[in-house]
């Protein structure tokens, strides 16, 4: 109704009756109703456009935020290509369906890199520049998050199972998913 989702619209067009930090913890808190929501507007595309075939794109995008910024999911700090320092942002992981006249964002993921094992990996390279023995610096604990090309592997896939009649001619990626683990 109102081509975008804004809590505080919704509000005003129903006379207040629905207050935006209802609808928002609402919405937040309904797990997979987004991802039937995506899955159904794709069809309905698919459908309209008559897609059969189409290539599927991933990438990943780092969007910056503010260096106070906490409260949002998977914030966390990243190096700043542009000016060489260090800034807040999440890395959204996305999937593109490209057909014939028409692109589809068909997926997308938060990237949250595990802080325990980032703090053993910082701790882990000022040893080994000390030159002290892998047999003397602590083990490496159990990453608990995924990574980027796992997060990449599970859109793809998820994709596959969504669509099992969609004939997809490729999947494209930048280097950072040229490994052999994502390929197979």
Not at 78 to 98: E, H
Not at 124 to 136: E, F, M, P, T, V
Request: aromatic share 12%; charged share 25%.
């Amino acid at each position: 109704v109102t081509n975008s989702i804004c809590w505080e619209r919704f509000t005003r067009i129903s006379g207040g009756k629905f207050k935006a930090n209802c609808l928002l913890q609402m919405f937040s808190r309904t797990k997979g109703f987004w991802d039937y929501l995506l899955r159904a507007s794709t069809t309905a595309l698919l459908a309209k456009f008559g897609i059969t075939e189409a290539i599927l794109v991933l990438d990943d995008s780092d969007k910056l935020r503010s260096k106070q910024c906490h409260k949002i999911y998977a914030v966390h700090k990243v190096k700043d290509k542009g000016t060489g320092g260090y800034s807040i942002a999440q890395n959204i992981i996305f999937l593109v369906l490209v057909a014939k006249g028409i692109t589809i964002p068909v997926g997308f993921k938060f990237y949250k890199p595990d802080p325990e094992w980032s703090a053993w990996s910082a701790e882990d390279k000022k040893l080994r520049k000390q030159g002290i023995s892998k047999a003397n610096r602590p083990k490496e604990p159990e990453k608990k998050n995924k990574s980027k090309s796992q997060l990449a592997s599970s859109l793809v896939l998820d994709f596959f199972e969504a669509f099992p009649d969609l004939n997809i001619k490729a999947v494209c990626a930048d280097c950072l998913y040229g490994n052999k683990k994502f390929s197979l």
